[in-house]
């Protein structure tokens, strides 16, 4: 039969300074059981780590959200008539659609050109005429 190992549990005989509570709107002052506590609480070392990660995933979410519409407008201007036909479109076209120029997942450059590729999920935008504002929108495999 197995013998149940017995953990013994130690008390340390450190005192900490009593402190203020970290979580914001609790000004409660405890007195620490180690010292890296900085909550009086476990409810509130978890819900202060809560609003922290709301406040980073709001912003992945926003990110999220408007690179989708910028693939969105990409691949509408894409399908359209006047697109195929003159394999360019121009910057105010881009804007009227909603396309954000500051959203995009990463820069390269275009082989040959070296022209600067914003990279929007599997859609890259290559500016092609400086002084219209034309753009190529290319779709990029293997990525």
Do not use: W
Request: overall charge positive; hydrophobic content about 25%.
């Amino acid at each position: 039969m197995k013998k149940k190992i017995q953990k013994r549990q130690r008390f340390s005989n450190r005192t900490y300074p009593p402190k203020l509570c970290k979580k914001q709107d609790c000004n409660t002052e405890f007195v620490p059981t180690d010292g890296r506590q900085v909550y009086c609480n476990a409810q509130h070392r978890i819900d202060s780590n809560n609003d922290k990660r709301k406040v980073i995933d709001k912003i992945e979410n926003d990110f999220k959200k408007k690179a989708k519409n910028n693939k969105e407008v990409l691949i509408k201007i894409e399908k359209s008539e006047f697109y195929i036909k003159s394999r360019v479109a121009n910057k105010t076209l881009l804007l009227y659609e909603g396309y954000d120029f500051g959203v995009y997942h990463k820069k390269d450059r275009e082989k040959g050109t070296n022209r600067e590729v914003l990279i929007c999920y599997d859609y890259g935008l290559v500016l092609v005429d400086g002084n219209n504002e034309n753009y190529k929108i290319d779709k990029i495999e293997n990525i």
